[in-house]
């Protein structure tokens, strides 16, 4: 049985990575993809999920989304993603005719349409999804769930509080874990352990023409250590697939939107202050190695 | 010359009586009428519009928006207003076909639509505003500024602090404040001191079929004391119409998002922390009796 | 019968006017004068107390106390005390062997020391008390109540939200009104309405040395309209000598500690959201003509 | 050379190995213990106080602090270290002449009677030292360092986010750190990592009196996990006496005081919001094996 999603994306290597993974894997029905201001400006980031899209020939929709956040200033990442978000391969010619803020709309109307309900997968700010839940509310019910990257219960790293796109959009996150819908949260505490060792890296790049793009954007990112490189987002698409790779606790998340800790996915691991109530399934512990040779299986069914 | 305007409002007792206002006089060219949940649930909100298009016959669109704010819980003021917002006059049969969750679209497109930018005059909480301003930015450029109901630099209605509109939706004002369009802030400041006195009252329900509605409802509204009822929403369109009536003064708003003082707007007085820039023109003074005069000559004009 | 109180202040003007009527009405034992940084410097504050009491020949302890707020970093407000805080008079030499850092020592020793509670007047900031509080809360049954100029429910005057005195040290006030403690809020609610009306100024200045003094300091304060100058502290002593003077309404104070309605003083007006406790005894309106004859007198009673 | 300390603590059960340590080391002069509410009441901390100096025959002055912190509602610990707060072990009679509230004074005059900037030691929440900063703020240029236990800038055992002794008194920790005296931070991110382990625990029971009565205690303590128990407060004297055990990054530290994550230390990873200032050393790494050896070692110093 395949599982039919619809990702929320600010791509972003990390990002093109899971999507890439998304529109090949045989078991994802990817619908729609939407696309928020994150890593870099909403048009890079929705040209550069068209460009993935006719990189694999893919018949799925694009739709641009916010351009900011709710009520934070917009600060992007491109000092991790490079100027334009997906450096390092030459994807062709530049997309034309970018869909400029319509993905609410595109997206309630993808949402509504669906028989059965989706999993939403956010791997930028949550802006979009904020939007959508507080326009139309009624979209709830059609919504089995959100695999959101983001958050961290353990180390941030905008602040040692904060993850990237909880920081970037805090309102927004605390209007998705107060929505009522089912949340897993993918955040640091997993995607810093899920590291692709060189190893893995090599062995990617050697994978025809999908492995040849993911290596040279993969080349370009900023981030890591010896231990490897964390692909965030991908983690998203894992946990849909490979579930058990994952140790995962309930906890109640709360959202910090000022202060010190702005940003901040707080989870109440006492149990003390939310009368023992949760609304999150919050991801723990991944087992890295397992992750590493899943990925290299998942690249390997990627065609270009 | 007409100005053209659209109200995004919670009748409500007060918001029925600048609805009234808008739709008969010849200066304003009323476009839309959105809807929010504030003073009763949004269906209720809603039908209360459209009850007072069709008492006047009037030709204007009517949109529902959002059912509860951005982020905090919805709490509504039905022991101000009455269980159905608009009580004490018989509208005949209840509206069918009640639009639902299409303010910020049809918001959205009506603005667009236009060669001149228009006013936009929220007498309810803000929420349709925010989701409208993030979801579509480009949408400011064509709104010459928001005349908003809410708030107070002095004493609050909610709790000391804050009024209710603001306090209802605080992020959206935070939201509306922060946009760059200009504000002009119609609170509590002058509402408080602009009551409708006996003498107006008696005048008002003797004149004409409106006159007489208007009176029929304003016999319900909870609120006052004896030197007269405050009819907030009203004096949003007596600063469109009579600018001269009030004393103005160009401070930065800030929005309260929570704490104790939750829901307030914050003037910098001294001009002390925002590098001396403003973002509203504070409504601080009125005269109470031309409020009066002008309110009995714009019922006179009313046309049910 | 007499009351026991003990000013804690930072003189400042109005407070050099409040320990003059404290030191000369002979229904007020004054106990101890305390000081704390605020319209000017500790130093300065210390030694005015110190001038004021040497001026009546009285036989008062001065403990000088907190040099800044317990978090919020210190701003004077010497723009509208002068460089001296009690400018305009020559009081003579100026006094040596200031008494440093010992108020809350002397606080808490003199306040153990009495039979009876004694009643503390802060018409500075509450540094002093909140740490006094802290250190000492045995001292809390030898406390009646607390007189507490400070705070507004209305309009503020550092921002439209907050007053000075708890403006300046926020925390330090909300460690005093949650200490279970008695507190009568002497705010701006009713002190911008006791304004000294030229006619008064006029006629204290002709009544004696102390008269001379009080004029001639009060021609440097940098406040006031054409109604008249607010002279803030003296209220809580009006308030103590003749309460009829002002109407109160209980009310729970909360104090705001950060944003941008830092220092404000919030009333829970619709006894919505304590359980419809309250903490303090607000006082909302006052006689002005009563305060102006109430503040001659006393000023004949002061011997020079 | 020998270092001068000052512990301000709760004991508590790791608070009492600390102490142990404190005392029996020939290179540590404790000069004072000063006690705090936190694991239990301020009166049982100090009389565990009072007990360990007794059993140790050793001549150091304990003085009894806060009873509970600054404004935060107090919350115990008991249900890790035990309705006493050093359990299991019989220290004899019951101290008598409790010393109550005189620990701010007395810090203040022992530490200036010294000739020598002192190291101060808090194991406990930061309430004494806050009130005597800001009393006696001329104490500072006679403290060279706080070397504190407290804070995390990874995972927090309160909430995810925050750590006991600064969630205990949050507003106290931000006094600390704003105070601009060099802290060294020793909190969660070493302490939990520096776990005894079940042979150490072994060997400490076989070394003599002191070991009988530390091991006693020990197994009371509801903390820990398979790789052995956390000693928190012991870190500090081994940052003290071997800080080459310890990885440390100078950063900004700020405290939360409010909302999801109260009582949470925030680390500014990455320079971005203080002008690249630090106001810590932050302890981010231990050698677990040197600390269990070291603690032996220590433990065979002691004389009881
Ligand atoms: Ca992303
Ligand atoms: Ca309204
Ligand atoms: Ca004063
Ligand atoms: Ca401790």
């Known amino acids: 049985m395949t599982t039919k999603i619809i990702m929320d994306t600010d791509p972003g290597i990390d990002d093109a990575a899971a999507i890439s993974v998304a529109i090949n894997n045989p078991e994802i029905e990817l619908e729609l993809i939407t696309t928020v201001a994150g ?50 391969y030459d994807f062709g010619a530049e997309p034309t005719n970018i869909p400029v803020n319509n993905a609410v709309d595109v997206l309630y109307h993808t949402i509504m349409a669906n028989d059965e309900p989706i999993v939403l997968v956010p791997t930028g ?98 981030e890591g250590n010896e231990g490897g490189i964390p692909m965030h987002d991908v983690n998203t698409l894992a946990y849909l697939l490979k579930p058990e790779m994952y140790k995962t606790i309930p906890y109640w998340i709360d959202v910090v ?3 010190p800790a702005n940003g901040e996915t707080v989870a109440d691991i006492r149990g003390a202050y939310h009368d023992g109530k949760t609304n999150a399934e919050v991801c723990v512990d991944i087992d890295a190695d397992a992750f590493n040779a899943w990925f290299i299986e998942e690249v390997k069914k990627m065609n270009a």
């Open 39 to 88: 890593n870099v400006t909403v048009d890079k980031t929705t040209k550069n999920a068209m460009k993935l899209v006719k990189f694999f020939n893919a018949d799925i929709p694009v739709a641009g989304g916010a351009e900011q956040p709710l009520i934070k200033p917009f600060e992007d990442a491109a000092r991790v993603h490079g100027e334009s978000g997906m450096p390092g």
């Open 125 to 222: 700010s949550y802006t979009n999804i904020a939007v959508l839940l507080t326009e139309h509310p009624d979209v709830k019910t059609k919504i089995e769930k959100i695999v959101a990257m983001g958050g961290a219960i353990g180390m941030g790293n905008m602040t040692s509080a904060a993850e990237f796109n909880v920081f970037t959009d805090p309102h927004a996150a605390e209007i998705l874990y107060k929505s009522g819908i089912p949340v897993v949260m993918v955040g640091l505490d997993v995607t810093m352990k899920a590291l692709l060792t060189q190893s893995t890296l090599d062995t990617v790049k050697s994978l025809g023409k999908a492995g040849e793009m993911l290596g040279a954007i993969f080349n370009h990112y900023y």
């Open 257 to 259: 939107t000022e202060g």
